[in-house]
């Protein structure tokens, strides 16, 4: 197997945390990571730089794409517990039901869009992947609700480009909603692969705007949500990579940002040097989630075993 060429600091991606059932990805030699002062230092001025790029590139994420293949609400968005049709959008790359690669759909996190994956999507197409974004609406109140639109989105997708599974791909809130969709919605009969950025997965601390906002409550830790998946998940058939952050000041604690429970196919990927608003679009990380999807499935060549791995 052949292996990307190391990268260079002060970003890099440590040991995975061990869980009971791994899926390996190809292990490359770690790089010291910076002392931690300097590290937040330059994490914090990152994710000030990403901001200001976020506010730029926004609206240009609030209109459906050229090739868009789903409809696109009018008007604002109505306040109540069912959000409104998100935008769908698929990149125009020629895609046949006997195609290795299923599609990958990109799912946004909170108040954001799908400018938010304007790297990520160009190291995907690169390496011809269809992809799909959804914009789901600032204003959705229910993860549960949120995670069944996606759904119909996800059996929309499949119709019409003939593939029975999808990979996702989900940041902050967005992995939160497709995590609840797979878990307790069976879509882990149409997700292969999903990898989330900065997902609370064990709920946060840092709920801003929870008095004003249910979704954001949901995020909490002991929400009714994040209790409902901690919940049994015999069979399920998605393999989960989820990218954390030592530097991601949005999840309290850090780790709260990793997939931990006994049923789920779950790699824990370390990632040094980056906040929150970073994972998404900083090159080494779209090179990560990349090789995470390219990853076979067990029984496809990929060796499966009980232990920590690395990647950088």
């Given at each position: 197997?052949?292996?990307?060429?190391?990268?260079?600091?002060?970003?890099?991606?440590?040991?995975?945390?061990?869980?009971?059932?791994?899926?390996?990805?190809?292990?490359?030699?770690?790089?010291?990571?910076?002392?931690?002062s300097?590290?937040?230092?330059?994490?914090?001025a990152?994710?000030?730089?990403?901001?200001?790029?976020?506010?730029?590139?926004?609206?240009?994420?609030?209109?459906?794409?050229?090739?868009?293949?789903?409809?696109?609400?009018?008007?604002?968005?109505?306040?109540?517990?069912?959000?409104?049709?998100?935008?769908?959008?698929?990149?125009?790359?020629?895609?046949?039901?006997?195609?290795?690669?299923?599609p990958?759909?990109?799912?946004?996190?909170?108040?954001?869009?799908?400018?938010?994956?304007?790297?990520?999507?160009?190291?995907?197409?690169?390496?011809g992947?269809?992809?799909?974004?959804?914009?789901?609406?600032?204003?959705?109140?229910?993860?549960?609700?949120?995670?069944?639109?996606?759904?119909?989105?996800?059996?929309?997708?499949?119709?019409?480009?003939?593939?029975?599974?999808?990979?996702?791909?989900?940041?902050?809130?967005?992995?939160?909603?497709?995590?609840?969709?797979?878990?307790?919605?069976?879509?882990?009969?149409?997700?292969?692969?999903?990898?989330?950025?900065?997902?609370?997965?064990?709920?946060?601390?840092?709920?801003?705007?929870?008095?004003?906002?249910?979704?954001?409550?949901?995020?909490?830790?002991?929400?009714?949500?994040?209790?409902?998946l901690?919940?049994?998940?015999?069979?399920?058939?998605?393999?989960?990579v989820?990218?954390w952050?030592?530097?991601?000041?949005?999840?309290?604690?850090?780790?709260?940002?990793?997939?931990?429970?006994?049923?789920?196919?779950?790699?824990?990927?370390?990632?040094?040097?980056?906040g929150?608003?970073?994972?998404?679009?900083?090159?080494?990380?779209a090179?990560?989630?990349?090789?995470?999807?390219?990853?076979?499935e067990?029984?496809?060549?990929?060796?499966?075993?009980?232990?920590?791995?690395?990647?950088?």
């Amino acid at each position: 197997m052949k292996f990307p060429p190391p990268l260079s600091p002060p970003t890099c991606f440590t040991h995975l945390t061990h869980l009971s059932r791994l899926t390996r990805l190809p292990a490359l030699p770690r790089l010291p990571g910076p002392r931690l002062s300097s590290a937040l230092l330059g994490a914090t001025a990152l994710e000030l730089f990403v901001l200001t790029g976020r506010l730029i590139v926004y609206p240009f994420g609030l209109t459906p794409e050229r090739d868009g293949t789903g409809p696109a609400e009018a008007g604002p968005p109505a306040a109540t517990d069912t959000p409104t049709t998100p935008t769908t959008a698929t990149t125009a790359l020629p895609v046949t039901a006997s195609s290795a690669t299923p599609p990958v759909v990109l799912l946004h996190g909170f108040i954001d869009n799908r400018s938010a994956f304007v790297v990520l999507r160009r190291a995907l197409t690169r390496h011809g992947r269809r992809l799909a974004s959804l914009n789901y609406s600032p204003l959705t109140r229910d993860v549960r609700a949120a995670a069944e639109l996606l759904g119909r989105h996800v059996e929309e997708i499949c119709a019409r480009t003939g593939h029975d599974r999808v990979d996702i791909v989900g940041h902050s809130l967005g992995g939160l909603i497709a995590r609840y969709y797979v878990q307790r919605l069976g879509g882990d009969r149409r997700v292969r692969t999903l990898v989330t950025l900065g997902t609370p997965h064990g709920g946060t601390a840092v709920a801003p705007g929870a008095g004003v906002h249910p979704i954001v409550r949901q995020m909490r830790g002991g929400s009714s949500v994040i209790e409902e998946l901690r919940g049994p998940a015999p069979g399920c058939r998605t393999r989960f990579v989820s990218f954390w952050s030592e530097l991601d000041q949005v999840m309290v604690p850090v780790e709260t940002a990793c997939v931990d429970h006994p049923d789920l196919d779950a790699v824990n990927v370390r990632v040094t040097g980056i906040g929150h608003l970073a994972l998404p679009v900083h090159p080494t990380v779209a090179a990560a989630v990349r090789e995470a999807l390219e990853a076979p499935e067990a029984g496809e060549g990929d060796v499966t075993a009980a232990g920590a791995t690395s990647v950088a």
